[in-house]
């Protein structure tokens, strides 16, 4: 399949119907909308899978961000800047490229993570989802988190 259907098929139904490890989910989520339904208890779905609720996505965030402003609130607990690391600027189409090359040659586990990982930075894929999908964030009760006071927190526990 050539890489553009490829990237299509995946825009079209979704990187995780493409993955097979969701079919371990299917008698567990069967059994969740089952008590749901006998019990009334809606919530018992959100608790055991909170990415489902009764066949539609449950979209939540704790960050809207990006690589350079991760990078930016760790040099700020840091005290540290550009020139104290080493940066690299990659394609996300290039990088996605390698990743199929690789699966080619056999090196099927790196090309595999480069294409998942590769596609959380193309759009339409799945890296930032809030302004197409929304968050049900307020629904749930969970607040937007503050990501230099969590850079923080994780460092000062490392």
Same mark, same amino acid.
């Given at each position: 399949? !050539?890489?553009?259907?490829?990237? +299509? &098929? =995946?825009?079209?139904?979704?990187?995780?119907?493409? $993955? *097979?490890?969701? !079919? $371990?989910? !299917?008698? *567990?989520? !069967?059994? =969740? #909308?089952?008590?749901?339904? /006998?019990?009334?208890?809606?919530?018992?779905? =959100?608790?055991?899978? *909170?990415?489902?609720? @009764?066949? &539609?996505?449950?979209?939540? %965030?704790?960050?809207?961000?990006?690589?350079? #402003?991760?990078?930016?609130?760790?040099?700020?607990?840091?005290?540290? +800047?550009?020139?104290?690391?080493?940066?690299?600027?990659?394609?996300?189409? &290039?990088?996605?490229?390698?990743?199929? #090359?690789?699966?080619?040659?056999?090196?099927?586990?790196?090309?595999?993570?480069?294409?998942? @990982?590769?596609?959380?930075?193309?759009?339409?894929?799945?890296?930032?989802?809030? *302004?197409?999908?929304?968050?049900?964030?307020?629904?749930?009760?969970?607040?937007? #988190?503050?990501?230099?006071?969590?850079? %923080?927190?994780?460092?000062? /526990?490392?």
């Amino acid at each position: 399949m !050539a890489d553009s259907q490829y990237l +299509k &098929k =995946i825009a079209l139904f979704g990187l995780a119907n493409l $993955a *097979p490890l969701n !079919a $371990a989910k !299917a008698a *567990p989520r !069967a059994r =969740i #909308e089952e008590l749901g339904k /006998e019990t009334g208890a809606g919530w018992i779905g =959100i608790v055991s899978n *909170p990415w489902f609720d @009764y066949n &539609k996505f449950i979209y939540i %965030s704790s960050f809207r961000t990006n690589q350079r #402003e991760i990078l930016d609130a760790v040099q700020t607990a840091n005290k540290t +800047k550009d020139e104290d690391w080493k940066i690299e600027h990659r394609d996300a189409q &290039k990088y996605l490229d390698e990743g199929l #090359e690789l699966i080619d040659k056999g090196e099927f586990l790196e090309g595999l993570v480069r294409r998942l @990982y590769g596609a959380l930075f193309i759009d339409g894929l799945g890296g930032d989802y809030e *302004p197409v999908r929304g968050l049900q964030n307020e629904l749930l009760g969970l607040e937007q #988190e503050d990501l230099l006071q969590t850079v %923080s927190s994780l460092i000062a /526990e490392a």
